[in-house]
């Protein structure tokens, strides 16, 4: 991997990691595209961007990495177990599902339930919890679930669980942002388990492409964090779905 792949890669995470537009997908038809080979060397940089990603919510939530808030932490952890139990116990048969066509089916699948959740299934902008610590035991344990369908590459993560707390009544604030936090355990955990598995990697020999990597994605996605908010203040997610459908059939197209 070059300083170029590892800056456009980085970018790539940093921007896609908390949009509903699959960041993993991404990363595959970025790779692919770029001719990187998926080695030891590729999964110990992944675990680097993600990490850096994990450090821009971090910085960004700063107020609720707190013993004040263990409430919410409850919740959000209680949300994490299901794709934690279901990744874990499934992770070899989840790996063979990633190729281009899933993606890309999976973009389209996603895209077409974004555009119907916003037409048919979000109520009163009134009748919707604004704030992210007032959800419920119940609310954090169905988005948990939806998230699930996260490990089937092309989903999205963010997709998944955005649509899972648009469902249970949450503004596109608030789901936005329980996305964000629920991210902290899910990629704490596969970044954990990931650098047991590639350690041996980051060597002098890596290092500067691991730093340029690191430094990318964390600049990139603590500002897409506050964009992406600043723009769901204005817009919804229709745009999110009509994009995860023309990618995925362009996709389906060239590859």
């Known amino acids: 991997m070059t300083i170029f792949d590892s800056i456009i890669l980085g970018i790539i995470e940093g921007f896609t990691e908390f949009l509903p537009i699959s960041s993993t997908g991404h990363l595959i038809v970025a790779s692919e595209f770029l001719g990187i080979d998926q080695n030891s060397v590729t999964k110990a940089y992944e675990v680097i961007i ?3 990603a994990i450090l821009a919510v971090v910085f960004n ?10 409430d919410l932490w409850t919740k959000v952890f ?3 177990i299901p794709i934690g139990a279901v990744g874990f116990i499934f992770s070899d048969q989840i790996k063979e599902l990633f190729s281009i066509q899933i993606v890309a089916i999976m973009f389209i699948v996603g895209g077409v339930i974004f555009l119907l959740v916003e037409k048919f299934f979000i109520p009163n ?13 119940k609310q954090s344990l169905v988005i948990g679930f939806a998230q699930i369908f996260a490990l089937i590459p092309g989903t999205s993560r963010a997709g998944s669980t955005i649509i899972g707390a648009l469902l249970v009544g949450l503004s596109r604030k608030a789901s936005a942002e329980f996305s964000f ?13 990931d650098l047991l598995k590639h350690y041996h990697e980051f060597n002098s020999e890596n290092l500067l492409t691991l730093a340029v990597g690191f430094v990318i994605s964390f600049f990139v996605a603590y500002l897409t964090i506050k964009l992406f908010l600043a723009f769901l203040e204005r817009f919804t997610f229709v745009a999110f779905g009509v994009y995860r459908i023309i990618f995925g059939v362009i996709l389906l197209i060239v590859f």
């Open 50 to 52: 993600q990490f850096a």
């Open 61 to 70: 939530y700063k107020d609720k990495f707190t013993i004040k808030k263990i």
């Open 78 to 80: 209680l949300a994490f």
């Open 125 to 137: 902008e009134t009748d919707l919890i604004d704030d992210v610590e007032e959800i419920t035991i």
């Open 181 to 193: 936090l629920l991210a902290f355990p899910v990629m704490s955990a596969v970044t954990a388990y």
